[in-house]
C-alpha cells in the first residue's frame, strides 16, 4: 500500500508537467512557431481600442516575453531596447547602444526582430550596423558581437536582409555582404555560441541576387535536425546546426529566389519566386533523408501562382497566403485543397495574423477583423483606428489577449481595457530528429571557438564529428600554430608572447584528422600595423572586414590601396585591439582625374573621421550620413599629399568623448583637436579600427601605418 501510495502522489506531482497549458507570448520573429500566428491568443469579444502608446518608431515588431514587451528602434542618435508592462505600457528598463552605421547611406532602422532565449529569458538584438547583443531579463548586457567589423558592414536592403533563430544552444544569423575583391555579393552563415558570444562556425558563398527576405530554418530530418538556409545564388544549403558541415546544397533549387521556409510539425512549406508569381511546395520531412535532401521526392502537394505571395500565416490545419494586391487564399495544410478565398480592402500590403477566431490585419488605414470558423471568414469588422503614416507596412503581433502594432513612428497596444492579464510563457521544445540513428565513427574535427580573437591564456577545444556532422566526443588533439609564435598546453590553454605579427592559423589533428581555423592575436599595447612585409594582393588576414583595399607598391612602399572605375565604398579594418580608451591614427592619400576628389577617413569602433569630398571639411561623426550625429570643421585638403588623421576616444562615467584632428604629414601635429564630440549613443560596442572611404570616378585612396595605444600608454 505504501509503494502504491506513493507511484500515486508521484503521478499526481508529475501531472501539472503534463497538462501545463500552451504559452499565449511571442518570443521571436513569426510568433511561438515562426508561422505569424498566434494559436493560444484569442482576442475577447467587443471593439478593441487604444490600452497604450509609445512614441518610438521602428521597422523591427517587438517581441513579448516574460510579462514584458520588449521593443527595439532608433533612440536619437543610437538604438535601444525599451522592456514595457504590455497591460499598461510603463517603461520597466531602457538599454541604449550605438546602433552602428551603413558606409554608403546609413540605416535609419534595424532590420530584424529582437530573439528570446525561452531557457534563460536572455534577449538577442540585432542592430543596423550589424552588431548582435545578447540582454540579461533586466536589461544588462551579458556579450556583443559585431559582426559587421569582422565581416563586413550592411549595403541596403533587399539581399542584404538578415534572419536569425535559435537552436541547441547557438545563436544562427544569416545576411548578405559584399566581396571582398569580388563583383558578386555573398552570402554569410554564422553560428554564435548563444552563452559566451564565440563563433562556432562560419559558412560563406555567392548570394543570390534576387531574394529580399532570405529564410533561414531547422527542420527535423529522420537522422537528425538540419538547418536549411536561402538566399544561395546555387540554391538552398542544407547544414548540420552543430558543425555547420554542408550535407548538400549546389543544384538543389538552383536558379530560384527561395523566398520563405516554414515548418510544422513533420511538414516542410517552400515558397519560391517563379515566373514573376510563387512556386509553392509541401514536403514530407519522414521521407527526407539527411545525407540526401532531394525535396521533391518528398512531394506532398504543390501550387503554382500568377501573382506574387508575399506573406503567410498558419496555424495547426490552415496555411493563409496574402499576395500583393491584398488577395488572401486558405489553403488545407495536409493537402493543399483551397478551404476560402478572400480579398482584403484596407490600405496597400496589410500585416496579417491569424488567430483561433479571427483573422486580423493592420494597415494605415487601421485594423480589420475577420471572424473565422473552419472553412470560411465572416463579414469583415472595421476598428478605425488610425495609424501614423508610415514608410513601410505596420508590423502585427499578439500576446496575452492584445494586440501589438509596430509602425515606424509609434509602438500601440490594442485590446479591451478589462481583458484578463494572464501571462503563460512559452516552454523550451528543441528540435530533435524524428527517428534517430546513432552516431557513427569520427570523419571531421571542428574546433572552438573559431575566427577569433584572442590573448594568452585562453582556452581552445576540438571536438570529433560522424558523417552527419554531430558531434561524437571532445578530443585531446596536436595543436600547432602557423603564422604566429606561440604555443597550445595540454589544457588547450593559448601561450602567444609579445610579437609584431597579428594572425595566423590554429591547427588541430587527432587520429588522422586535421582542422584549422584563423586567429588573430588581440592585444591593449601600442600596435603600429605597417604593410612593409606584406605580399602585393589581398591585405593580410589580420585586416579582418575589407572591400576594396589591396596591397600595392607606390612610391617605394606597400600600402593599402583602392582604385576603381565606378563610384564604390572601401574599407579595411582591424579588430584585435581591446583598450575601452584609446588614440587611433593613420595616414592618408587621395588622388583623383576627375571632377570629384574621394572621401576617404579613420575609423575607430563606429566614429568616423572623414576627409570630405568637397576638399574643404573635416567631419566626426558617429556613423555616416546626412542623419549622422557628428561637428565639422573648415579643412582645407588637396590630392596627392599625405595626411595624418588621428581620433582619441575616452571613456567617461555617462558616456564618451570624441576628439579629432587632422595635419599634413610634413608639418607638425598640432597641439589642439579640430574637432569634439560627446557621444550620447550609450554602449558602443565593438573594437574595430582602420580605413574607409568612397572613390568617385577615377579617383584613387592610399593608406598606410595605423597606429592603436591606450590613452594610459607611452606615445609610439
Not at 506531482?13 to 501545463?20: A, E, F, G, I
Not at 478551404?339 to 488567430?355: E, F, H
Request: aromatic share 8%; net charge neutral; hydrophobic share 40%.
Amino acid at each position: 500500500m505504501k509503494r502504491t501510495h506513493g507511484a500515486v502522489m508521484l503521478m499526481l506531482w508529475l501531472m501539472p508537467l503534463w497538462v501545463l497549458p500552451a504559452g499565449n507570448d511571442w518570443p521571436g520573429p513569426g510568433g511561438p512557431e515562426g508561422a505569424f500566428s498566434a494559436p493560444t491568443v484569442p482576442l475577447s469579444a467587443g471593439e478593441p481600442g487604444v490600452l497604450w502608446r509609445l512614441p518610438r518608431g521602428s521597422a523591427a515588431a517587438p517581441v513579448v516575453f516574460g510579462g514584458k514587451v520588449l521593443a527595439h528602434g532608433r533612440d536619437g542618435d543610437g538604438e535601444s531596447v525599451t522592456a514595457l508592462d504590455p497591460f499598461d505600457g510603463r517603461i520597466l528598463w531602457r538599454y541604449r547602444f550605438g546602433g552602428g552605421f551603413n558606409p554608403a547611406a546609413r540605416l535609419t532602422a534595424p532590420p530584424l526582430s529582437p530573439l528570446v532565449d525561452l531557457e534563460t529569458g536572455n534577449l538577442f538584438v540585432f542592430s543596423a550596423g550589424r552588431q548582435v547583443l545578447c540582454l540579461g531579463p533586466d536589461g544588462t548586457l551579458i556579450w556583443s558581437r559585431h559582426l559587421g567589423e569582422q565581416f563586413g558592414f550592411p549595403a541596403g536592403y533587399g539581399a542584404r536582409q538578415p534572419s536569425w533563430l535559435l537552436h541547441e544552444g547557438l545563436l544562427m544569423v544569416t545576411f548578405s555582404l559584399t566581396a571582398a575583391d569580388q563583383p558578386d555579393s555573398e552570402r554569410l552563415v554564422a553560428a554564435i555560441d548563444k552563452n559566451l558570444g564565440d563563433l562556432r562556425w562560419v559558412m560563406r558563398a555567392v548570394a543570390q541576387d534576387r531574394v529580399g527576405p532570405v529564410p533561414l530554418v531547422v527542420a527535423p530530418f529522420p537522422e537528425t535536425p538540419v538547418l536549411i538556409a536561402g538566399g544561395f545564388a546555387d540554391g538552398l544549403r542544407f547544414l548540420q546546426p552543430q558543425t555547420g558541415l554542408v550535407l548538400a546544397g549546389a543544384g538543389l533549387d538552383q536558379g530560384l529566389a527561395v523566398e520563405r521556409l516554414l515548418v510544422l510539425q513533420h511538414q516542410l512549406f517552400v515558397l519560391s519566386a517563379k515566373d514573376g508569381g510563387s512556386w509553392l511546395r509541401c514536403i514530407d520531412l519522414k521521407r527526407v533523408a539527411a545525407s540526401r535532401p532531394a525535396l521533391d521526392d518528398a512531394l506532398l502537394w504543390t501550387r503554382d501562382y500568377r501573382e506574387r505571395q508575399v506573406a503567410w500565416t498558419a496555424d495547426t490545419g490552415l496555411l493563409v497566403l496574402r499576395q500583393h494586391d491584398g488577395a488572401l487564399e486558405a489553403l488545407e495544410r495536409l493537402s493543399g485543397r483551397i478551404q476560402w478565398r478572400d480579398q482584403l480592402r484596407n490600405g496597400n500590403k496589410p500585416a496579417v495574423l491569424l488567430l483561433p477566431d479571427a483573422l486580423v490585419t493592420a494597415s494605415t488605414t487601421g485594423l480589420t477583423r475577420l471572424p473565422r470558423d473552419s472553412d470560411r471568414l465572416g463579414s469583415p469588422v472595421h476598428i478605425g483606428i488610425p495609424f501614423d503614416a508610415a514608410l513601410t507596412p505596420p508590423r502585427l503581433i499578439a500576446a496575452y489577449g492584445r494586440l501589438f502594432v509596430q509602425t515606424d513612428s509609434a509602438l500601440v497596444a490594442l485590446g479591451l481595457s478589462d481583458s484578463p492579464r494572464e501571462v503563460r510563457p512559452s516552454r523550451y521544445q528543441p528540435i530533435s530528429a524524428i527517428a534517430p540513428t546513432a552516431l557513427g565513427e569520427p570523419v571531421g574535427l571542428q574546433i572552438r571557438p573559431a575566427h577569433f580573437s584572442a590573448q594568452s591564456g585562453r582556452q581552445v577545444h576540438a571536438f570529433a564529428y560522424d558523417a552527419l556532422g554531430r558531434i561524437v566526443r571532445e578530443v585531446q588533439p596536436r595543436w600547432s600554430l602557423t603564422g604566429l609564435d606561440g604555443s597550445v598546453d595540454v589544457h588547450g590553454r593559448l601561450q602567444l608572447p609579445l610579437q609584431n605579427v597579428w594572425s595566423g592559423t590554429l591547427s588541430a589533428t587527432w587520429q588522422g584528422l586535421r582542422s584549422e581555423t584563423d586567429l588573430i592575436r588581440s592585444s591593449d599595447q601600442p600596435i603600429l600595423l605597417a604593410l612593409d612585409d606584406a605580399p602585393p594582393g589581398p591585405p593580410p588576414r589580420h585586416w579582418s572586414a575589407r572591400r576594396g583595399m589591396v596591397v600595392e607598391h607606390f612610391e617605394g612602399e606597400r600600402m593599402l590601396a583602392a582604385r576603381t572605375d565606378t563610384d564604390r565604398d572601401v574599407w579595411a579594418l582591424f579588430h584585435g585591439f581591446t583598450a575601452p580608451s584609446a588614440q587611433v591614427s593613420g595616414l592618408l592619400r587621395a588622388a583623383s582625374r576627375g571632377r570629384h576628389q574621394p572621401e576617404m577617413g579613420l575609423y575607430y569602433r563606429g566614429f568616423m573621421l572623414t576627409l570630405m569630398e568637397n576638399g574643404r571639411f573635416l567631419r566626426l561623426s558617429y556613423g555616416r550620413g546626412g542623419d549622422a550625429p557628428g561637428s565639422e570643421a573648415a579643412f582645407q585638403w588637396k590630392p596627392n599629399i599625405w595626411y595624418h588623421l588621428k581620433i582619441e576616444l575616452t571613456q567617461v562615467d555617462k558616456g564618451l568623448t570624441v576628439r579629432a584632428k587632422a595635419w599634413p604629414q610634413v608639418e607638425r601635429e598640432p597641439d589642439h583637436w579640430l574637432l569634439t564630440l560627446t557621444s550620447t549613443v550609450g554602449e558602443v560596442p565593438g573594437y574595430g579600427a582602420g580605413f574607409f572611404g568612397h572613390i568617385y570616378g577615377e579617383s584613387q585612396i592610399f593608406a598606410d601605418n595605423l597606429w592603436l595605444r591606450s590613452t594610459g600608454a607611452q606615445r609610439f
